[in-house]
């Protein structure tokens, strides 16, 4: 078999390619955002535990092999097309020739992917005409993917008993921390902004934790607002920038008081389902129809906070 292999030339780059679109009066182009260039992803194992020096564990291979599924091989493209036009390439036999399918399912049967101790490195890139750079490494990746055994991260593969092997991605690995520091900037942001009014911050504490807030003073709930921003700035974030924060954080003092009471998740008031959750009970003291409930319930709270 041979390998199509163009990664030693290209650059990382993306191109604009035109595409034409036929109407019924005339044709247009439009131009579309193309990446091309090489990209290594890693397959990696799971480090098993053993008795074994690790010297020796380190030496061993450890194969990703085929696997049935319903009584077929498993292939590495769902879409025939695809599997048509990258292993007629490979094959000694075009997919017109009768064995064709039996060439296919050899394939996928007896292919075999080594991963040793440093993981094995695929060349994934595409050439600027959208074909693989190594068709083999593509190929091998694309098996990977749909394997039952390989996990998308490391955090997915050390969930599951069952998982033996993780893909890693550079690329992805970077996009999905700079998420997380996005978030986390936004987050501090949010923060400042908050410490500037103090019944803000006591309404996001409210709604975050289960604390009293209202036996706290204004640097304790300041202290405590941070070390929550930044144990999790994403749920900080979300409760920092909710629109019905206010809200939100008048029916958990209701509830505090004993003015209003949650039953699972439902907000009763009295013998009266007040929302079936937080968000349904928000919605209902929102609404103008309601403000007599919602000034009654002020006032039994001022009542039992005194």
Sequence with gaps: ?????????????????????????KS?????????????????????????????????????????????????????????????????????????????????????????????????????????LNLMDFIKYNFAKRHPLVADSIEEMQKSSLMRFYIQDPNKDDKTKNNAVQVAKRADREFIKASDDNVRMKNILRVISNVKVDTLDSEQIENMLFDLKQKSP???????????????????????????????????????????DMDDAIRVLKSPKRSGVLNTLRLRHKELSN
């Design 28 to 132: 247009t182009f439009t131009k579309i955002s193309v990446d091309f260039g090489t990209k290594k992803i890693y397959i990696r194992r799971k480090e098993i535990a053993s008795h074994l020096p690790k010297e020796i564990r380190a030496e061993a291979v450890v194969k990703l092999s085929s696997v049935f599924v319903n009584r077929q091989p498993l292939r590495g493209f769902s879409d025939t097309d695809l599997e048509v036009k990258y292993l007629s390439t490979l094959l000694d036999v075009g997919p017109e020739d009768r064995e064709w399918s039996r060439y296919v399912r050899r394939f996928w049967a007896e292919l075999r992917i080594p991963i040793g101790f440093a993981g094995m490195e695929l060349e994934v890139g595409k050439d600027q005409e959208g074909e693989p």
């Design 234 to 276: 994403a749920k900080f974030l979300k409760f920092a920038t909710d629109e019905n924060l206010d809200v939100r954080a008048e029916i958990s003092s209701f509830i505090e008081s004993g003015v209003l009471h949650q039953i699972g998740n439902a907000i009763v008031n009295v013998d009266e389902t007040l929302g079936e």
């Design 1 to 25: 078999m041979t390998t199509k292999s163009k990664m030693e030339t290209a650059p990382e780059a993306a191109a604009e390619k035109e595409v034409e679109t036929t109407t019924s009066k």
